[in-house]
Antibody, heavy 117, light 106 residues
Framework: ELQLVQSGAEVKKPGESLKISCKGS????????IAWVRQMPGKGLEWMGIIYPGDSDTRYSPSFQGQVTISADKSINTAYLQWSSLKASDTAMYYCARQVASAFDVWGQGTMVTVSS | EIVLTQSPATLSLSPGESATLSCRAS??????LAWYQQKPGQAPRLLIYDASNRATGIPARFSGSGSGTDFTLTISSLEPEDFAVYYC????????FGGGTKVEIK
């Protein structure tokens, strides 16, 4: 059974870069699509984009295109979400999740990113 | 972008009562509709996929129905652990989530 384990909480300053990770274990990570979902404090869920680690095929939500980069390293069963220049508005919990058909059936525990001067 | 509107925003009920949550899409999503439960400090948990199929390990008191633009999640008899926020999600055109319904203890 697939498990997704995310990297730990981060506190950054505006303008800094950041890369967070999502490591899969226990199943064939590279044969499923992995999505990233944002949840701002006290708010709902927002789909950011998705990657197929097997060939790194990536799709972005129009709302997040150009704002973040999604990547993967299939040799270590890990997907990444990165920012080149963080803003205070990037403060949120970020989840990775496995997409199977039309739903997300396995979720990581979340990575809290705080951006503050 | 397909907009999902959930209602009501908050549902105040007692344990043992039945809960009916609504999700309306701005255009047809066929049956590509899922429901999730989220408790404070936890990741979302898949309850229902393809509008009416329970995910693995989900109790039978959770049921989903609908197709096209109107969908319903029903919890037949609320248990204490069911008080949470519920989200719908579509994958017909990109992926979007509804704004959520909070089921709180009355």
């Amino acid at each position: 059974e697939l498990q997704l384990v995310q990297s730990g909480a981060e506190v950054k300053k505006p303008g800094e870069s950041l890369k967070i990770s999502c490591k899969g274990s226990g199943d064939t990570f590279n044969t499923y699509w992995i999505a990233w979902v944002r949840q701002m404090p006290g708010k709902g869920l927002e789909w950011m984009g998705i990657i197929y680690p097997g060939d790194s095929d990536t799709r972005y939500s129009p709302s997040f295109q150009g704002q973040v980069t999604i990547s993967a390293d299939k040799s270590i069963n890990t997907a990444y979400l990165q920012w080149s220049s963080l803003k205070a508005s990037d403060t949120a919990m970020y989840y990775c999740a496995r997409q199977v058909a039309s739903a997300f059936d396995v979720w990581g525990q979340g990575t809290m990113v705080t951006v503050s001067s | 972008e397909i907009v999902l509107t959930q209602s009501p925003a908050t549902l105040s009920l007692s344990p043992g009562e039945s809960a009916t949550l609504s999700c309306r899409a701005s255009q047809s999503v066929s049956n590509y509709l899922a429901w999730y439960q989220q408790k404070p400090g936890q990741a979302p948990r898949l309850l229902i996929y393809d509008a009416s199929n329970r995910a693995t390990g989900i109790p039978a008191r959770f049921s989903g129905s609908g197709s096209g633009t109107d969908f319903t999640l029903t919890i037949s008899s609320l248990e204490p652990e069911d008080f949470a926020v519920y989200y719908c999600q579509q994958r017909s055109n990109w992926v979007t989530f509804g704004g959520g319904t909070k089921v709180e203890i009355k």
